[in-house]
């Protein structure tokens, strides 16, 4: 029988390998989510992408499953520069019960993200991770987070514009 690592592994980035296997099994025997966790800090690039989507999904309706694991999702899992892992760790946070300096460091984190990243390819999971029912941070914060986010789709359009303004300049349409 292969590891979850294993399960994870192979392919290319287009896809989620196994994925929703991965999720299966561990909701079938939920001692399996501490492998999936550990492995969003994998070396391997594609294992850590897998395994966050495998968590974000199995914690939709496990939230409580993520809970003994917050400090390792915002400290470490939180600090991995790959977006694939930042959009999963994006729309995993506000499922967790925290402390008050907790949701400060979590709206720090979803505000960094925004900075750090292209437009195109982090304002749709922070849009869906603010829309999403969020006990995690404060008023104040979230409307930072989202006016920085309006800023990012304005900022992707107007990207999208300008490729596409060049091709028709190019003849290449």
């Known amino acids: ?14 896809s989620i390998g196994n994925s929703n296997e991965v999720v299966e099994e561990v909701l079938n025997n939920p001692v399996l989510f501490d492998a999936v ?17 495998a968590v974000e999904k199995i914690t939709r309706d496990h939230p ?16 991995v520069k790959q977006q694939e892992v930042r959009w999963h760790t994006a729309q ?10 907790e949701k400060r460091t979590s709206a720090e ?23 999403a029912p969020c006990k995690s941070i404060s008023n ?8 920085r986010v309006i800023d990012l789709c304005w900022r992707a359009i107007r990207y999208q514009v300008r ?10 349409w």
Request: glycine share 4%; net charge positive; charged share 25%.
């Open 1 to 14: 029988m292969k590891s979850i690592i294993e399960k994870l592994k192979g392919g290319d980035f287009r």
């Open 37 to 53: 966790f550990k492995a969003m800090l994998n070396e391997d690039r594609l294992v850590r992408m897998r395994a966050a989507d």
């Open 64 to 79: 409580e499953y993520l809970q003994p694991y917050k400090t390792d999702l915002i400290k470490h899992v939180a600090a």
């Open 92 to 101: 995993m946070i506000h499922r967790l019960i925290l402390t008050k300096e």
């Open 109 to 131: 984190i979803l505000g960094n993200y925004t900075k750090a990243a292209r437009p195109q390819s982090t304002w749709l999971c922070l849009s869906i991770s603010i829309c």
């Open 140 to 147: 104040a914060a979230a409307n930072g987070i989202i006016a």
């Open 163 to 172: 490729i596409h303004s060049r091709l028709r300049a190019t003849s290449y």
